[in-house]
């Protein structure tokens, strides 16, 4: 299936893949050629493009996901390479979500981001 990667910014990705694999704000989904059509909104986390050499990971902060039986379309607030989350970039992301959660009327959102944010950077500690 055929796989988009969009920011404000630039197309990160346009790749064929056999699956990929989306943080989705009411959870994480896999999606495959054959899918039913949906719309994901994203939430702070980890997306994974697969095809049969190998994998492409991406951090991505939120937005959406547009998912039919041949394709996957994601329209991303930020999303960066797995290998350029630095600590220090994964820092100001975290700085960035806890300013947001402080002045935010939707603290529970807003923590939660934090929290989705918190976990990429133990996630990728290892990496």
Known sequence: MQVDIVTPERRLLSMAANEIQIPGAEGDLTAMAGHAPAMIGLRPGILRAKDG??????????????????????????????????????????????????????????????????????????H
């Open 53 to 126: 050499s190998g994998e492409k990971a991406y951090v991505v902060t939120g937005g959406f996901a547009e998912v039919s039986a041949t394709s996957v379309t994601i329209l991303a607030e930020m999303a960066i390479p797995v290998e350029e989350a630095t600590p220090a970039v994964l820092d100001k992301l975290l700085s960035d979500a806890s300013e947001a959660a402080a002045v935010n009327p939707s603290k529970d959102a807003a923590d939660k981001a934090f929290a989705d944010l918190a976990a990429i950077k133990a996630a990728l500690s290892g």
